[in-house]
Every structure is written in structure tokens, then in C-alpha cells.
């Protein structure tokens, strides 16, 4: 049996997929959650109009899960040292699995690295790559990457969680694969705020582009392998976050543009990356325009307009 600890979106269509090959746990901290996805065989609150097969137990009690299973941790990253703390008794010696992207704001650490950190006896591992709840849960193909430092036992998971309709690759390029996820939202906000300013598809493929190449001098930084950036976890994650309104970093992007309201209960993981990214870039004396200028719009410090002429007046160089 898989646990998956959060039932929003991607932890619920994580359940559905990984259910048609077995049993499944799927856990809420919230026992009115739980009971209404017990009644109507439905997660309404978070994805609406999909069934959720028999082989999918509800629970709000962490305190159940089986010995040496496999949890999969699908929580907001900024809630993630919270839950570990509060149930490190319960998870040591699992195998971990962060199925949630970005920074924590004043640590700067990733998901494995908050996992190493809090529970040091439970193998940490993280899932990331192009995909949306709503496409894999209703069984539509889906490419994704394991990260784990351990190889035997990212081997092991990778088996487990491969499924009809998602495939699996691994690495031990755990910082990489972490990078590239936190990253990409970050850059998906800015592309949302060009194309809701009106400023069109050319300026959102300069964005991308140029954001890949910060993307790639920070993760090098801290010591990535440049080719995990330009795979699954990296370029892929990238482009399907850019492109879509599926994505809700590029929403709460186009929001911006077009200085519109954006509901704050919707988690959007980039703006507290892109603030975490910044401290850490400053610290380590790597150049990131545009992830500066994005911060300073997520804080409300510039418009679209202004952010743009302060990047295209940038001293001219080689590519």
C-alpha cells in the first residue's frame, strides 16, 4: 500500500492513479474532508467531477499507516517542515516522497532538504516534472522524475509508483531535480504577467528562454547537473507552466498584468520561491534579473511595464 499525506489537487489525482494498480491511503488533516470524501466517493473541495475508486481508503489519522510504506508527502511546500515536525514519530524510517515544488522562505532549502533535516532516519526523495492534477487523474498520459540520492531505493519506487498512465524516471540528482521544479514557477508568473499585460507570445519566449538560463547558472551554483535541467524536472516543467492557464503560477502571473484580483486561499508556490530565490542568489553572488524583477513585482514594488523596461535596458552581451 502507497499513503499520500494531502488530499488537494495533485495528492488526490496522485490516489486515483496510483489506485488503479492497488490499494491506496489517502490522508486530510480535516475529519469534515474526510468524511465528505468517504460519502460521496469524491474530492469536490479540490478536484471536482472524479470518482474515487474503492481502492482508495480515507483517513484524517496519520497514526495508520502500515510500517515501511511508501508516503507520498503532497502538501504545500511553505507547510512542509510543519507536518514533518509535528508527525516525525510516524514517518521515520519510510521512504518520503515530495510531490510539492519551491524554497522555503528564510532556510532556502528544498523539499528532500527539509525532509533530511527533520526526519535524518527516513529516506527522502521528491516527484516532480510537467504535470497537472486534473490530466492525471483522469488517466491521460503523464511523464514525470524520482529524485533520490539512495539508488536502491529510488529503483524500488520508481516500480511502485510507475502506472499505466504515469512513467517514471529516475535520478540521484536530488538539488537538480529540486531546482528545476522551484524554479519554473517562478518564471511562470512572469510569463502569466507578460501575456496579461498584453505584451505577447514573443516576450513570453524571451522570458522562458532567458529564464532557463537563469534557471540553469543558479541550479550549477548550488550544485546541479546541468542535464537535469534540460529534462523533465527542468525545460519540460517550464514550458507546460508557461503556456497554460492549468498552471497556477501562470494565473496568478496573468493577474498581475492585467491588475486583477487573484483569490488568496489558491497556493501558488512561485511567490514565496521567487523571495527565497532572491536571498539565496544575493548570497551566492548569482546574477538573476528576472527573477529580481518578479519578486519586486510579486511585492508590488514594479508594474509589468516597468519590470520589462528594466530588463530590456540591461547592458547588451553575448548569448
Request: overall charge negative; aromatic content about 4%.
Amino acid at each position: 500500500m502507497i499513503t499520500v499525506l494531502g488530499a488537494g489537487a495533485f495528492g488526490t489525482a496522485l490516489a486515483i492513479s496510483l489506485a488503479r494498480k492497488g490499494p491506496v491511503q489517502l490522508w486530510t488533516h480535516d475529519p469534515d474532508h474526510a468524511k465528505a470524501m468517504q460519502d460521496t466517493r469524491r474530492n469536490d473541495r479540490r478536484l471536482p467531477g472524479v470518482d474515487l475508486s474503492e481502492n482508495i481508503s480515507i483517513s484524517e489519522n496519520i497514526d495508520t499507516i502500515p510500517a515501511q510504506n511508501p508516503v507520498l508527502l503532497a502538501v504545500p511546500l511553505q507547510q512542509l517542515r510543519g507536518v514533518l515536525t509535528e508527525r516525525a514519530a510516524t514517518l521515520r524510517q519510510h521512504q518520503l516522497v515530495a510531490c510539492c515544488k519551491g524554497m522555503e522562505l528564510g532556510s532556502g532549502s528544498g523539499p528532500v532538504q527539509l525532509i533530511n533535516s527533520v526526519v535524518p532516519d527516513a529516506v527522502g526523495a521528491i516527484l516532480t516534472g510537467p504535470s497537472f492534477a486534473a490530466d492525471i487523474a483522469r488517466g491521460l498520459p503523464t511523464a514525470l522524475t524520482l529524485a533520490c540520492a539512495d539508488e536502491a531505493a529510488s529503483g524500488t519506487l520508481q516500480q511502485a509508483l510507475n502506472t499505466p498512465n504515469l512513467r517514471i524516471y529516475r535520478t540521484t540528482d536530488v538539488i537538480g531535480a529540486e531546482l528545476g521544479g522551484a524554479l519554473k514557477n517562478v518564471m511562470a508568473i512572469g510569463c502569466g504577467a507578460v501575456i496579461g499585460a498584453g505584451l505577447g507570445d514573443s516576450a513570453r519566449a524571451a522570458l522562458m528562454t532567458r529564464g532557463f538560463a537563469e534557471m540553469a547558472r543558479m541550479a550549477t551554483a548550488l550544485g546541479a547537473q546541468p542535464d537535469t535541467l534540460s529534462g523533465l524536472s527542468g525545460f519540460g516543467d517550464l514550458v507546460l507552466t508557461c503556456t497554460s492557464d492549468q498552471s497556477r503560477n501562470y494565473r496568478f502571473g496573468a493577474s498581475l498584468g492585467q491588475k486583477e484580483w487573484f483569490d488568496p486561499t489558491i497556493t501558488v508556490e512561485g511567490a514565496a520561491t521567487a523571495r527565497a530565490v532572491c536571498d539565496r542568489a544575493s548570497a551566492l553572488q548569482v546574477d538573476m534579473p528576472i527573477t529580481r524583477a518578479i519578486t519586486a513585482l510579486i511585492n508590488g514594488d514594479l508594474q509589468v511595464e516597468q519590470a520589462m523596461d528594466m530588463l530590456l535596458s540591461r547592458p547588451l552581451k553575448e548569448e
